[in-house]
């Protein structure tokens, strides 16, 4: 199993997740940060699962799946951005929506700053096909 990085910088919760993973384990690890960052009374998350390896991107039913395992976490009061590698990145962003539905805020960027500015509510240019909406 690989490595996992909780810290608090603020009032931003950072979680790192890195090396060998998979799903199941990372989203259980992903919905106790969620859950950790509630209980610390902090309504932002970063997640950065860009050092992950060893899980294909997820399809539709798994970002479906995933996005209500993390919601019952958030319980509405946790805002989180996750940064990761381009190919997990769904163009549609069905994951967001699948999160919005069930009132879990959240979006995903490439990019550490812009996911920053985005949880932090500073806007700022995206590049094309990056949106800093939900």
């Given at each position: 199993m690989g490595?996992?990085?909780?810290?608090?910088v603020?009032?931003?919760?950072?979680?790192r997740?890195?090396?060998?993973?998979?799903?199941?384990?990372?989203?259980?690890?992903?919905?106790?940060?969620?859950?950790?960052?509630?209980t610390?009374?902090?309504?932002?998350?970063?997640?950065?699962?860009r050092?992950?390896?060893?899980?294909?991107?997820?399809?539709?039913?798994a970002?479906?799946?995933l996005?209500?395992?993390?919601?019952?976490e958030?319980?509405?009061?946790?805002?989180?951005?996750?940064?990761?590698?381009?190919?997990?990145i769904d163009?549609d962003?069905?994951?967001?929506i699948?999160?919005?539905?069930?009132?879990?805020v959240?979006?995903?960027?490439?990019?550490e700053?812009?996911a920053?500015?985005?949880?932090?509510g500073?806007?700022g240019?995206?590049?094309p096909?990056?949106?800093?909406?939900?």
């Open positions: 490595e996992a990085w909780f810290e608090v603020g009032d931003v919760a950072w979680f997740v890195a090396g060998q993973q998979e799903l199941e384990d990372c989203v259980r690890q992903i919905a106790d940060a969620i859950a950790r960052t509630r610390l009374g902090l309504d932002k998350l970063l997640i950065d699962v050092r992950v390896t060893g899980i294909d991107p997820p399809g539709i039913a970002r479906h799946w996005m209500g395992e993390w919601a019952r958030g319980r509405g009061s946790v805002r989180t951005v996750m940064v990761a590698r381009p190919e997990f163009p962003r069905f994951g967001v699948a999160g919005l539905n069930s009132g879990f959240s979006n995903v960027f490439e990019n700053d812009r920053l500015e985005w949880l932090l500073r806007p240019r995206s590049p096909g990056e949106s800093t909406s939900t």
